[in-house]
């Protein structure tokens, strides 16, 4: 069974600083897609970056960027000039063949606070 | 375009009483999931579907639990009695359900769930 593992519960930054957070996770497929989501207090689920197992090009979006590293099953977020709306809990996730199936695996989350 | 509706936001019931959540998806989304965030945890998928149909309902605690989804558009989850262990977010997401043109399969957008408090 997949597994997604997130060993940091909690982590904080000062604004305008960097931030990297933890993600590991457990499968036997060879091709699979990875995520970064962020759920404010509102509770809403936002997408944050996607990775395509396929790709060894490490995924950017913005002030966002991964660390891909497909033979140690590790996937990592990087936050660049952290801002205060950045506060949130992060959660990694797996997706796993067939993709018409779109289940999401999630980790435990991290807990960011972006202290002024 | 509209995101996921949910409703109601928050719920409080006492335990063995039965509640219902509602989900009005995307439109044009073909998969709809629920999923049940516990505090603390990352959430864990109920149940899935596709159109009108299952896909996925491993999860599913069914002797208490059900979820129909009717025209394969809105969808409701119910809980009847609730345990005290069933406080959780109850979050819906809704897909394509197919990849795009691009090959890419495609995102799942959530809703602001609806936060479930047993006593």
């Known amino acids: 069974a997949q597994t997604v593992t997130q060993s940091q519960p909690e982590m904080s930054v000062q604004e305008a600083e960097t931030v990297t957070l933890s993600c590991t996770y457990d499968?036997?497929?060879?091709?699979?897609?990875l995520f970064w989501y962020k759920q404010p207090p509102s509770r809403q689920m936002i997408l944050v970056i996607r990775?395509?197992?396929?790709?060894?090009q490490n995924a950017t979006e913005n002030r966002f960027s991964v660390n891909f590293q497909k033979a140690a099953k590790s996937f990592s977020l990087k936050i660049s000039d952290s801002q205060l709306g950045d506060t949130a809990m992060y959660f990694c996730?797996?997706?796993?063949?067939?993709?018409?199936?779109?289940?999401?695996?999630f980790g435990t989350g991290t807990r960011l606070q972006v202290f002024p | 375009e509209a995101g996921v509706a949910q409703s109601p936001r928050y719920k409080i019931i006492e335990k063995r009483q039965s509640v219902a959540f509602w989900c009005n998806p995307i439109s044009g989304h073909a998969t709809l999931y629920w999923y049940q965030q516990i505090l603390g945890q990352g959430p864990k998928l109920l149940i899935q579907?596709?159109?009108?149909?299952?896909?996925?309902d491993s999860q599913l605690p069914k002797d208490r639990f059900s979820a129909e989804r009717l025209k394969g558009v809105d969808s409701t989850l119910k809980i009847q009695p609730a345990k005290l262990e069933d406080s959780a977010v109850y979050l819906c997401a809704s897909s394509l359900g197919r990849q795009n043109r691009l090959g890419k399969n495609t995102e799942a957008f959530f809703g602001q769930g609806t936060r479930l408090t047993v006593v």
């Open positions: 579907f596709q159109n009108n149909g299952v896909v996925d």
């Open positions: 990775q395509e197992a396929y790709k060894q």
């Open positions: 996730a797996f997706m796993k063949p067939p993709f018409n199936t779109d289940k999401l695996i």
């Open positions: 499968t036997s497929e060879n091709n699979y897609y």
